[in-house]
């Protein structure tokens, strides 16, 4: 334990040392994949194709991320995402509609919650959505919810814009279409709405388990977030099976939700590991009172490793004695 608690002391000086230096590496190379990923999806105009040399733009957009706020990577973003599927103009519009409302409403006013709209859609993509939820609650607060949920619905939708635009045919610069065409692609919509619809109950289920971590996290109780962390997990699992038994539209692998979740489970706990870690044995309560307040206040150490005395030993030179002739 002793070793573990050594490693960690040392990565977190070290991280602290340079902190600056990796928070803008850390979002230089998030801000790279995600670009990357928004250059594999829909069609570009073959007028913009010519002039869209991906490398060069996604390195530029890769440092914009890094140095820039969020809300104005956001907007980026959304003006990547409405160009890669500019072949077909008014999905493109719809889209970048979607978008911007998002940004507007929600993101431009919560910038750094609103990165687990991001995380959510990562995490899908990688097999470990069940990490976001326990994330959530134990480092941000109840109004996660929001981002988690519409990071949860994008997840379940973007798969269904490839067949929209394979349902749906595109006016291109036809004004006088582009009403018909707008119909077609609102009936494409509202079937895609009714095909990813089974997200509503994946978003409730995120929502109570952030809940749940939230509280139990901060409660005065001996390793509070090991506990959240383990009935978040549990709450999981039981609500996928009560939903899996419940709704027969909702197709999911019991033994599945059962493995991710406890590997997500894991990951969390060894992300915790670099959180201040307690001393419950040498817990105090404290009572003290003022002319207006009487304070009840637990104290609980921080584990800190016993640093080695160095023992400086000053080595004097002798007086040179004089010689007896």
Not at 81 to 102: D, G, K, N, P, W
Not at 291 to 310: E, F
Request: glycine share 2%.
């Amino acid at each position: 334990m002793e070793i573990i608690l050594t490693a960690r002391e040392a990565i977190i000086r070290f991280y602290k040392r340079f902190e600056p230096a990796f928070v803008m590496i850390a979002r230089f190379f998030l801000g790279f994949y995600i670009f990357s990923l928004i250059n594999g999806i829909g069609d570009i105009r073959p007028e913009l194709a010519g002039y869209y040399n991906q490398y060069p733009l996604t390195m530029l957009l890769a440092i914009a991320f890094a140095v820039l706020p969020f809300s104005v990577s956001y907007v980026f973003m959304a003006i990547a995402i409405t160009i890669q599927y500019s072949a077909h103009l008014e999905i493109a519009a719809v889209i970048f509609l979607f978008l911007i409302c998002v940004i507007l409403f929600y993101a431009r006013m919560a910038a750094k919650e609103s990165i687990l709209i991001i995380f959510t859609i990562l995490a899908y993509m990688h097999n470990v959505p069940y990490l976001i939820p326990i994330m959530a609650g134990l480092y941000f607060s109840v109004t996660a919810i929001i981002p988690v949920a519409i990071g949860v619905f994008m997840a379940n939708f973007i798969p269904e814009i490839p067949r929209i635009i394979f349902t749906t045919q595109t006016a291109d610069l036809d004004i006088a279409a582009m009403p018909d065409v707008f119909g077609d692609i609102y009936s494409a919509f509202v079937n895609a709405l009714n095909n990813s619809s089974n997200w509503v109950f994946t978003a409730f289920i995120f929502a109570m388990v952030i809940i749940l971590v939230h509280v139990v996290s901060r409660l005065s109780l001996d390793f509070a977030k090991d506990i959240a962390i383990i009935l978040g997990a549990i709450l999981l699992i039981f609500s996928y099976i009560m939903a899996s038994m419940l709704i027969p539209s909702l197709t999911v692998s019991v033994a599945s939700i059962i493995i991710t979740t406890l590997l997500c489970a894991l990951i969390a706990e060894i992300t915790r590991l670099f959180d201040p870690i307690l001393d419950y044995q040498r817990a105090e309560t404290v009572q003290f009172e003022d002319d207006n307040n009487y304070y009840h206040v637990r104290v609980i150490p921080k584990i800190q490793l016993s640093k080695r005395k160095r023992s400086v030993r000053r080595i004097r030179p002798q007086p040179e004695e004089d010689e007896d002739d």
